[in-house]
């Protein structure tokens, strides 16, 4: 299949022009020499090499195979990750001021949307596998109960796959959310190579956003947004207002080259790593679909039990291994395409070696919902200070306060922490003498805080 962008990239490098042009490299190697083969690709916008956020090529083209591989009308290149993808894809289905039902999971990306575009969230309930200290799959029937009782909803915000591989019905979903006249926004960002997989795991969303840096051989901070039903112009232009004026055209290069190998040998790669990933969970205690009916996970994502995550991960590390996450009782490790049958064959040795240390840790409950004092948009601007936790009851949070597990925030900006989420973080074994930012006294600009 055709690269594009790259070719254009490629084609412009071998000119040999004379640049008088950003970058200030010129095309020519700089320091440190493990980086350049990246200085003769890496340039601004020009004629040859086009506009990330106008119409024209080589961007058209190169965008338009991703759509078509997704299964969507448009696809938007992005170089500030999944988080430029939240915040464009939020702004797209948004009204600024308006109601949108949110999953208390996401982002903290979603969080920050939250507050730059002054909505309003409705929190979304989501099912707990309480066995498992982890939260489970969207409810269709929790999404249909939350619109029918606020017809002023006009937005649904999910994530999907969770950090844990959990996978939610989006086509259920988005059939719903249509019913009742709104749009469905998924954060998809650890479900790039799920269509590679053979699976449709967006299907109906109305925008999706994916990291390609997380799941693909490509390179840190690419992502991509697909939407269909938006204006392409306008898809753009919002883009634009979340993303830098200077994109990197390496990075640009590294998702259209990406694209290309996964379709010809990527895929192919990536089933073979799934059968892998199966028997690591019959081998070991871990995360399963098989004993939840309607649950499904990603097959390549392996979350293993354990006693103590961070002990655990200590012992891996000392045999060199590095996982992605850890939590009191899981290691998360993101298995990919570019993980050998060698590299599996030496992780199930080690891991027999520790197997001593595998097992289920206490059950943890759903984390409460705490009262909102302040809009988020009022407490990401609001002047904070830092407390200790432990000394915070009454305060308004500024931060997120999401321990692990459940990944889930107990606290959000804008919310008070009482009694109720003290007792629930003591409970899990949180560490209470943590510092945590809160919103100061008084009133700051236009921001009033009223604790009564």
């Known amino acids: 299949m055709p690269t594009p962008l790259y070719d254009a990239l490629r084609k412009y490098a071998d000119r040999e022009p004379v640049r008088y042009h950003m970058p200030g490299h010129k095309g020519r190697p700089f320091p440190p020499a493990d980086l350049k083969w990246l200085a003769p690709i ?4 020009l004629p040859e090499t086009g506009n990330l956020y106008e119409a024209g090529e080589p961007f058209d083209s190169a965008q338009a195979l991703w759509a078509e591989l997704f299964g969507f009308d448009q696809c938007q290149f992005l170089t500030g990750g999944s988080t430029m993808g939240v915040h464009t894809g939020l702004a797209l289905c948004c009204r600024p001021g308006g109601k949108i039902l949110m999953d208390r999971g996401c982002h903290r990306s979603a969080f920050n949307a939250l507050a730059l575009l002054d909505l309003e969230p409705v929190w979304l309930e989501r099912s707990w596998l309480s066995s498992e200290n982890l939260p489970g799959p969207i409810s269709p029937e929790n999404v249909e109960r939350a619109l029918e009782q606020d017809p002023e909803i006009k937005t649904v915000c999910i994530t999907t796959p969770t950090y844990a591989g959990v996978l939610s019905n989006v086509g259920v979903i988005s059939r719903i959310v249509h019913r009742h006249g709104g749009t469905l926004f998924v954060d998809g960002a650890h479900g790039a190579h799920l269509p590679f997989l053979g ?17 693909l051989p490509a390179m840190g901070q690419s992502a991509l947004l697909f939407a269909s039903g938006f204006d392409p112009d306008l898809t753009r232009r919002t883009a634009s207002i979340f993303g830098t004026s200077s994109p990197s055209y390496p990075i640009m290069a590294s998702l259209d080259v990406v694209r290309d190998w996964m379709v ?15 028997r690591l969970r019959q081998k070991f205690p871990s995360l399963s679909d098989r004993p939840y009916r309607g649950f499904s996970l990603d097959p390549t994502r392996f979350v293993l039990k354990v006693k103590n995550g961070p002990a655990f991960v200590q012992a891996l590390r000392q045999h060199g291994y590095i996982p992605e996450m850890e939590d009191g009782g899981h290691v998360v490790f993101i298995c990919a395409a570019q993980d050998s049958a060698g590299d599996f064959d030496r992780l199930e040795r080690v891991l027999e070696e520790l197997r001593g240390q595998m097992g289920d840790c206490p059950p943890v409950p759903a984390p409460p919902i705490p009262k909102r004092v302040i809009s988020p948009r009022q407490a990401l601007f609001a002047f904070s200070r830092t407390r200790s936790l432990e000394d915070c009851e009454g305060e308004i949070a500024a931060c997120q306060i999401a321990p692990y597990p459940p990944g889930v925030p107990v606290l959000a900006p804008g919310e008070q922490i009482s009694k109720k ?6 409970r899990i074994g949180y560490n209470m003498q943590t510092v945590v930012r809160v919103i100061s006294e008084g009133s700051y600009g236009a921001f009033s805080v009223d604790r009564k």
């Open 42 to 45: 890496d340039v601004t916008e």
């Open 199 to 215: 699976l449709e795991p967006f299907w109906g969303a109305d925008a999706v956003v994916v990291s390609a840096h997380k799941t």
């Open 264 to 278: 010809n040998w990527g895929a192919e790669k990536y089933q073979r790593v799934a059968v892998r990933t199966a």
């Open 421 to 426: 989420e003290l007792a629930y973080l003591r």
